[in-house]
Structure formats: structure tokens, C-alpha cells
């Protein structure tokens, strides 16, 4: 049997962090194969989405660039067809639902159930956008249409 390849862009300046989350996704799933790639600051991220095909971004909303929901909102507007999850370490649930309204997919605490909710939650914004984008385009036809 196959794995599928998911091409993840994680943007975070913690080390400790990017390696938390690169192991529990390389350690979950046996039906699909995560190849991630980090960006430590939004203008390296941005810099790697311009070039890179990602099917999805793991977002800290605290770079040494960017702060709160300007990364969100610079993220999702630079390619609004990539999911984004937000990674916080501070549960806010006026800004998650801000992030959300921005164009993010998810917001997940990194708290101690993090690791265990990290490979759900990327599974269900890459599946929110293969059942949205039939929806998108025919929005976007119909927009178009005199």
C-alpha cells in the first residue's frame, strides 16, 4: 500500500518547537508521508511559498517579523488555497476565531494534548480544502459570469 506525500510548510523561530512538531508528524501517520520544511520568519516563509507548491502551512503567530494575526492574514492572502493552521501557545478563543475568519483552517493550542491532536487536525484542513474547492470554483465561475 501506498503513503500519500503532504508537502508542509512550518513557520516558527522556535527550534524546540519546529522539531516537536516535525516529530509527531513523522512518527503518526502510516497512511501518509509528511515532508515538512521550515521557515523560521513570514518573509522566509513567503520567499518558500512563492517558489514551493506546499498542500499546507503550520503557522506560530509569533515571528521575529510578524506578529498575531498580520501573519495570518499575510499567509492566507499570499496563497488563499493552501489550508493554514495556526500553532499558539496561548489559548485565545477571540483570536482563533479571527484567524479563522482570516482564512485559517484551524487553531491548535501547543499544550500538552498538542502532539496527540497534531496529525487529526492537519488530516481535516487538508480534507476541509479537497471538499471546498469544487465549491470555490464554481463561487468563483459564477462571480465571473456578466
Known sequence: MSTAKIDILLVDDD???RRLVKSALLKSSQTMEFVVQTA???AEALKLMAKTRF????????????QGLQ????????SPHIPVVVLADL???????????MGAG???????HFQSLLTRTVCDALEARTTEQPFRRAKEQTASVP
Not at 498542500?55 to 510578524?66: K, N
Not at 489559548?91 to 475568519?101: L, V
Open 91 to 101: 489559548a485565545d478563543e477571540d483570536m482563533a476565531a479571527r484567524a479563522i475568519k
Open 40 to 42: 523560521a520568519s513570514l
Open 106 to 112: 484551524d487553531y491548535l493550542i501547543k499544550d500538552g
Open 71 to 78: 501573519t495570518v492574514d499575510e499567509i492566507c492572502l499570499s
Open 55 to 66: 498542500d499546507l502551512v503550520l503557522l506560530d503567530l509569533m515571528l521575529p517579523d510578524s
Open 15 to 17: 527550534l524546540a518547537d
